[in-house]
DNA sequence: GTTTAGCTGCACT
DNA sequence: AGTGCAGCTAAAC
């Protein structure tokens, strides 16, 4: 068995971003007002750190060569759905319930177990009638969709 | 216009 | 089996 390998992404924004990596797959992802030390070793956790980078200097990313880990069978089959929402855009619990043949409460509750945020973009998800919540308080939401349609209305 | 009751599907105890 | 939610809708104030 080869041995696991641990890595840590550290980037600083409005609030410092974490991203932590066990065999290459993120499995951890959290906004804090500390300091962190870095580890990166491979290939992947440098390409991660560079598009993290990316992405907080107000650039559009895309996360979907990163492999993740899902919490739950369910969770997966919403989070999954939730990758697909490109940048800048925003979907609903509801039509994303719709997709799913499921309820809008029952996405908020896999949202609500997303440990990567970010690189599964859950704060693209908002509610009908207003923002909706986010895990790392809905501020953090609410800058992360104001920067995103900002960058997005220049790349026009 | 605003508040509130009832429904919902899933995870956790 | 029972409880609690990152929501929604329609019915009431």
Not at 127 to 144: D, R, T
């Amino acid at each position: 068995m080869r041995e696991p390998t641990f890595e840590r992404v550290f980037v600083k924004w409005k609030r410092n971003f974490v991203a932590e990596l066990e065999n290459g797959v993120i499995v951890r992802a959290y906004f804090t007002d500390g300091v962190v030390e870095e580890k990166v070793e491979t290939e992947t956790a440098e390409i991660l750190k560079e598009r993290l980078t990316d992405y907080f200097s107000a650039k559009p990313v895309d996360f979907s060569e990163f492999r993740v880990v899902y919490p739950t069978r369910f969770a997966e089959r919403v989070l999954r759905e939730v990758r697909k929402i490109p940048y800048g855009a925003v979907e609903t619990y509801s039509s994303l319930a719709g997709r799913l043949s499921t309820s809008p409460r029952a996405v908020g509750v896999a949202l609500r177990m997303n440990l990567v945020p970010v690189i599964v973009p859950c704060h693209r998800v908002v509610a009908k009638g207003g923002l909706g919540g986010f895990s790392s308080g809905v501020e953090v939401k609410k800058l992360l969709l104001e920067m995103e349609s900002k960058v997005s209305q220049e790349t026009l």
